[in-house]
Nanobody, 117 residues
């Protein structure tokens, strides 16, 4: 069993910052890529940022320059530092980890981020 636990969501005013964390636990042979996705009401889930086992990163255009993804491999944890938040960043943020010798995606339950104007 592999479990993902997210934390750090909340309510913040526009221009503020939040830091999300996601820790992977359980029967982990290897964690490959990890990433953050978000889903706003009435919209499809979209990639926010991803990071590979080699620390290569990828960002959605809408968050470039404002969000930073990082990982602590020793702690099986990925972080998302979100600065200069905008109301349009409001969504449920989900952590995804690609785990195992035969890669398989696991998802966290999501954490709500609300940015007020």
């Amino acid at each position: 069993q592999v479990q993902l636990v997210e934390s750090g969501g909340g309510v913040v005013q526009a221009g503020g910052s939040l830091r999300l964390s996601c820790t992977v636990s359980g029967s982990i042979f290897r964690i490959n890529a990890m990433g953050w996705y978000r889903q706003a009401p009435g919209k499809q889930r979209e990639l926010v940022a991803a990071i590979t086992s080699g620390a290569g990163t990828n960002y959605a255009d809408s968050v470039k320059g404002r969000f930073t993804i990082s990982r602590d491999s020793a702690k099986n944890t990925v972080y998302l530092q979100m600065n200069s938040l905008k109301p349009e960043d409001t969504a449920v943020y989900y952590c995804k980890a690609n785990v195992g010798r035969i890669p398989y995606d696991y998802w966290g339950p999501g954490t709500q981020v609300t940015v007020s104007s």
